[in-house]
């Protein structure tokens, strides 16, 4: 059996100011931390919480995601953040409560919620 030695944690360097990326819908809470130029730094979602079926959804649940991230934050140094809110659902304003309450300065509150511009085109009318 051939020995390989366990790759080593890529070192993360000190950020200013990141970006979080909140996709919130009726069912889950997804939110990812990236750098200004879109690199991933961290990212969490409420079934990683540990929450299940409907409660995934929640504004309790959001919360527990922004508080989450927020410790893991903390070691790479940044300290204010632009907010991309898309979808929704409920959580929206919760992570970005939770930012807040822990001590980042939110610049930028940005909704990225894709539009129809008119959309696709309707189902054919029902006959009964």
């Known amino acids: 059996m051939v020995y390989k030695p366990k790759s080593k944690k890529q070192k993360r360097s000190r950020v200013e100011t990141a970006v979080a990326h909140v996709k919130s819908t009726f069912n889950n809470t997804l ?3 990236t750098t200004p130029e879109g690199d991933v730094l961290l990212r969490c979602s409420s079934g990683k919480m540990g929450f299940k079926g ?3 959804g ?4 959001a919360t527990q995601i922004g508080l989450t991230l ?4 903390l070691p790479l140094g ?3 953040l632009e907010v991309n809110l898309q979808g929704p659902g409920s959580g929206r304003d919760s992570v970005v409560r ?9 610049s930028v509150l940005r909704d990225v919620t894709p539009l129809p511009h008119n959309g696709c085109r309707a189902p054919k009318k029902r006959r009964v």
Do not use: L, N
């Open 78 to 80: 940044i300290k204010t």
């Open 54 to 56: 409907a409660r995934k």
């Open 58 to 61: 929640t504004p309790f649940a």
């Open 98 to 106: 939770a930012f807040q309450s822990s001590g980042f300065i939110v």
């Open 70 to 73: 927020a410790k893991d934050m």
């Open 31 to 33: 939110v990812a931390i």
